[in-house]
């Protein structure tokens, strides 16, 4: 007995050394986050931490899962779910707890038929919640560790049903994607799904679980629910018969698609309405049948859908009908009493019967219209008459080439409107030469005039140098005659003037060049249009360098150029969305580069009017020696660029005219110019700008009413008034905004000018002489300032 040791100490050790183990099994746990737990090695898809001891938490999501060999309890917390394991002989470890148990487990990291679990050691409650509520997703996410015991809802179409060992299952498809569904066998004795068939949709709520019983184990993603009560049908329920939604359906888009093509009808009308009122305007404005043709061509196609135009105008002299080709300067004479054979054959027809003629298939046509070898003819024709005060002046042909074509009435009417509209600018264009001519004969008759007057002053100061010179010869022998001398250079200076007033007349502007600032004429521009500019609210960014930068020409000529160019990309920038200039002026290898850039998008303008506006600007700049361009970018502003060569250092500064000095660039006259005779026009810009005015070109007198309404003039030159007025009641209206009006007049005539002048009024004959010009500027210099009214948008 003594040898033997006691059994209460053994059973103390024993207690000792399990309560040293777990002691020791605690210090080894891990705490892992359940998306740390679900982390997978690479290749064969393992838990990285299996058969670790880990400690983890979480809130129950489901009831317990029993299978024959195990029980699974899953949980989850904000970020990612997992799943707790227990054997059969310790399944009660899980079985107290329910959905919404805040939970906290130990034990190792275990892979159970690929899905990675706690085999739990000991487990205890920390808290309830609410059970956390299924999260909708669909087949394709549920191919994922991280979700491995998540809480999901999905739906889907039913593919099969089927049985196995370890329970029943469903297959079910979204997408393209497949996945089953899964039911325990061992919560239930037998399963009943009820109504469910193949091929309807169903939907589910369950956790994931994966069933993969070899590596790699990235595979057997599937759903598992606790009963069949968690799977149901959702195939809708019709409140309507389908049959009779059909039919409401069909009469509905029936009804749309009614209401679209009436719509579509419509709309089409509209934009050919808009396109022959659009053709209408540009046929009234053209100035020439070609140029009427040309755009016949163009929009015709697209409003009536025909395939070729042909222009048939009456010749009064010639009793032919010429029709236009389209080639430039190219007609055809056709005679109205032997007319050939042919569609002109329709076209003489339809002139004589004064209507318009139909001829939808020229197989039936009862005029020789296919000519015996000669070109194809159309497969349908329509012939209108162009009518002007109550008068045939034409024929309008409109072919269809393609198919035989019945022109139906609204198309007929249309045709007619245009045929009349032709006629009336036909009328209009016959007025405007007879107009031209008048005006030639009465300019002509101005020059007869003109050269009249001088002939006869020139006589007097003709005899005057005959007689003093006769003097100065007998008195030679008494003595020195200064005298006679004296009176015969100022009678030849008289002479020669009234010669150069003459030539003048019909000879180009000769401008004297001048040492000319770039840097202060833009400063001085800028100043000029910044009143416009605000109004318009357009923002200028001025760049310009304070350098001198000297240029060598015309004051006069380069103002107007740069004028020119900054109105014209002030006009361009009138719909833009971003209103905003730039001016830029910079040196290189003795060059004067001046930029003008405007936020407007490509194709900013008519190509009319930048083609005009560059013909004129580079014959101005080319003939100072430089170059203007525009450019046009994809990807930036189009600006202007014009470059000049810098004047030399050594050459003297011409010192201004003595006729009038610049005055202070704080108060810098300002003048309106109405002269559409460019050379003209030239001559007194050039005689302004040298005596320091700015100057405003425009070509007719409503454009000039227009500006004097928005700007303040010192002074406005007019050689044609506006239609409607004459010329004293032109000068009154326009003398209520400016300073002074000077009628342009084409040679002196003594009684107009004793009519005309007086009360700010003046005339100045054509050419212009400076010394004339001065005189009229000293006057209007001397008068006061007060009888011009300020505008009162403030834009002056």
């Known amino acids: 007995m ?164 370890a329970g029943p299952y469903l297959m079910i498809e979204q997408d393209g994607v497949s996945c089953q569904i899964f039911l325990p066998r061992a919560h239930m004795e037998e399963v009943s799904f009820g109504n469910l068939a193949a091929g309807g949709k169903i939907g589910a709520t369950g956790v994931v679980h994966q069933y993969a019983l070899r590596p790699p184990f990235n595979r057997g993603f599937e ?142 046509s009862p005029f020789p219209i296919t000519a015996e070898g000669g070109p194809k003819t159309p497969k349908s024709l329509l012939f209108v008459p162009m009518t002007a005060q109550g008068e045939v002046v034409g024929v309008l042909e409109l072919d269809q080439d393609d198919r035989v074509r019945d022109f139906p009435a609204d198309e007929q009417a249309l045709a007619q409107h245009l045929g009349n509209q032709i006629g009336a600018a036909l009328r209009l264009m016959d007025q405007r030469s007879v107009q031209e001519q008048l005006f030639r004969t009465e300019k002509l008759a101005a020059v007869g005039r003109l050269i009249t007057g001088v002939v006869n002053e020139l006589q007097a100061p003709l005899s005057s140098i005959s007689n003093l010179a006769t003097r100065g010869l007998e008195r030679l022998a008494a003595g020195t005659p200064e005298r006679e001398l004296a009176a015969i250079a100022a009678e030849a200076q008289k002479a020669a003037s009234m010669v150069a007033r003459l030539v003048s007349f019909a000879a180009a502007e000769q401008v004297e060049a001048r040492h000319v600032s770039i840097g202060s004429l833009i400063r001085n521009l800028i100043d000029f249009r910044e009143g416009d500019w605000k109004a318009s609210g357009i923002r200028v960014r001025d760049l310009a360098s304070r350098e001198p930068m000297m240029v060598l020409g015309s004051q006069g000529q380069l103002e107007q150029v740069f004028l020119n160019l900054m109105v014209h990309a002030e006009q361009s920038l009138a719909e833009a969305p971003r209103k905003e200039i730039a001016i830029r002026t910079t040196t290189l290898a003795r060059r004067v580069l001046v930029e003008i850039a405007f936020s407007a998008s490509r194709g900013f303008s008519r190509p009319e009017e930048t083609a005009s506006l560059l013909g004129v600007t580079r014959s101005v700049i080319g003939g100072h020696g430089g170059e203007v361009r525009l450019i046009e970018k994809a990807d930036g502003d189009p600006r202007f660029e014009v470059e000049l060569p810098l004047a030399g250092k050594d050459r003297p500064v011409l010192a201004p005219s003595p006729a009038g000095a610049s005055p202070d660039a704080s108060r810098r006259p300002t003048a309106l110019v109405i002269e559409p005779d460019e050379s003209a026009q030239r001559q007194l810009l050039a005689l302004l700008a040298t005596r320091g005015y700015r100057v405003v070109p425009v070509e007719n007198a409503d454009a000039g009413l227009e500006l004097a309404q928005r700007l303040r003039f010192d002074a406005a030159f007019c050689s044609i008034h506006a239609p409607g007025l004459n010329w004293v009641e032109l000068s009154e209206r326009m003398h209520l905004r400016i300073g002074a009006f000077i009628l342009l007049s084409d040679g002196y005539d003594p009684e107009l000018s004793a009519d005309f002048e007086g009360q700010g009024r003046f005339v100045l004959p054509k050419p212009f002489q400076e010394g004339e010009l001065g005189r009229i500027l000293k006057s209007i210099e001397r008068a006061p300032l007060a009888k011009v009214i300020p505008i009162k948008n403030g834009t002056a």
């Open 223 to 364: 759903l598992m629910v606790a009963d069949p009560s968690a799977i149901v049908s959702i195939t809708p329920n019709w409140l309507v018969p389908p049959l009779a939604l059909g039919s409401g359906i069909a009469v509905m888009i029936a009804a749309i698609l009614l209401l679209w093509n009436h719509e579509r009808r419509m709309r089409g009308q509209r934009e050919k309405l808009r396109k022959t009122y659009y053709l209408g305007e540009e046929i009234i404005g053209a100035s020439s049948p070609e140029l009427i043709l040309k755009r016949l061509t163009e929009a015709l196609p697209a409003v009536l859908g025909v395939t070729r135009v042909r222009l048939y105008v009456y010749n009064r002299a010639a009793k032919t009908l010429d029709g236009l080709t389209g080639e430039a300067g190219a007609t055809v004479s056709i005679s109205l009493s032997n007319p050939p054979s042919g569609p002109q054959a329709g076209a003489v027809a339809c002139f004589h019967y004064r209507t318009l003629l139909v001829i939808p298939d020229i197989e039936r």
């Open 2 to 165: 003594a040898g033997r040791p006691d059994p209460r100490i053994l059973t103390l050790l024993t207690v000792v050394l399990a309560g040293t183990s777990a002691c020791q099994l605690a210090a080894q746990e891990v705490s892992l986050s359940l998306a740390e737990l679900n982390q997978r090695k690479p290749l064969d898809y393992a838990p990285v931490h299996l058969g670790q001891p880990v400690k983890v938490r979480g809130i129950v999501n489901a009831p317990l899962f029993r299978f024959p060999t195990h029980t699974l309890l899953t949980i989850q917390d904000r970020q990612s779910s997992a799943a707790l394991e227990a054997r059969d002989n310790d399944s009660t470890l899980l079985e107290a707890f329910r959905p919404g148990d805040e939970i906290e487990a130990a034990g190792k990291v275990s892979l159970v038929n690929g899905m990675v679990t706690v085999a739990v050691d000991r487990i205890a409650l920390l808290s309830h919640q609410q059970p956390p509520a299924a999260v909708p997703t669909s087949l394709a996410n549920l191919q994922d560790f991280s979700r491995m015991g998540l809480l999901v809802r999905i739906t889907g179409r039913l593919k099969q049903l089927g049985e196995t060992v």
